[in-house]
T-cell receptor
Framework: NAGVTQTPKFQVLKTGQSMTLQCAQD?????MSWYRQDPGMGLRLIHY???????DQGEVPNGYNVSRSTTEDFPLRLLSAAPSQTSVYFC????????????FGPGTRLLVL | GESVGLHLPTLSVQEGDNSIINCAYS??????FIWYKQESGKGPQFIID?????DKRQGQRVTVLLNKTVKHLSLQIAATQPGDSAVYFC????????????FGTGTRLLVSP
């Protein structure tokens, strides 16, 4: 299994541009989530999904959209990038109730100029 | 607001020593706790978890202790090795449904030979 994969690894955007961060998992996990990590801070939850077709907001959802059309994929969309969205983004997945351990991808480093 | 915090931002130890990383949590309703290890440029890696109905759990070279009375969590690493050098995060689950993890800011463990 490849586990949780994320693309791209690095991205530079200009303010106002949009982009999609890709996340995929091949472990048949029900739950998927997106976090951002800023320097000197822990991870903060952006959005999450408990199954295909179901998404919900986390702690810091503003400026981001998600969708979950398949079990495997959970893309994160930045609608109009802002410098405050400069961060490292991590996708994670877990089996679901009773097996909550989250497995993280390698991250996407995003710089918004 | 409720948060998970850490007592020490950096811990320096000698190779072969035992390491203890501490974490305080504030939500007495949290029932699941996890320790993650994050190496530079990588995603968090699951180390060990513990549920609130336990006060101790052991893994390979690692032990997690939970003191619900004082809302304190610790990670003990036996015979610390240079490969253990990383940032360690504790996280708590604040939600009974999806695992809405709340992460601490992290402790950097530096192991010198």
């Amino acid at each position: 299994n490849a586990g949780v994969t994320q693309t791209p690894k690095f991205q530079v955007l200009k303010t106002g541009q949009s982009m999609t961060l890709q996340c995929a998992q091949d472990m048949n996990h029900e739950y998927m989530s997106w976090y951002r990590q800023d320097p000197g801070m822990g991870l903060r939850l952006i959005h999450y999904s408990v199954g295909a077709g179901i998404t919900d907001q986390g702690e810091v959802p503003n400026g981001y959209n998600v969708s979950r059309s398949t079990t495997e994929d959970f893309p994160l969309r930045l609608l109009s990038a802002a410098p405050s969205q400069t961060s490292v983004y991590f996708c994670a997945s877990s089996y679901g109730p009773g097996k909550e351990t989250q497995y993280f991808g390698p991250g996407t480093r995003l710089l918004v100029l | 607001g409720e948060s998970v915090g850490l007592h020490l931002p950096t811990l320096s130890v000698q190779e072969g020593d035992n390491s203890i990383i501490n974490c305080a949590y504030s939500n007495s309703a949290s029932d699941y706790f996890i320790w993650y290890k994050q190496e530079s440029g990588k995603g968090p890696q699951f180390i060990i978890d513990i549920r609130s109905n336990m006060d101790k759990r052991q893994g390979q070279r690692v032990t997690v202790l939970l003191n619900k009375t004082v809302k304190h969590l610790s990670l003990q690493i036996a015979a610390t090795q240079p490969g253990d050098s990383a940032v360690y995060f504790c996280a708590e689950n604040k939600d009974t449904g999806f695992q809405k993890l709340v992460f601490g800011t992290g402790t950097r463990l530096l192991v010198s030979p």
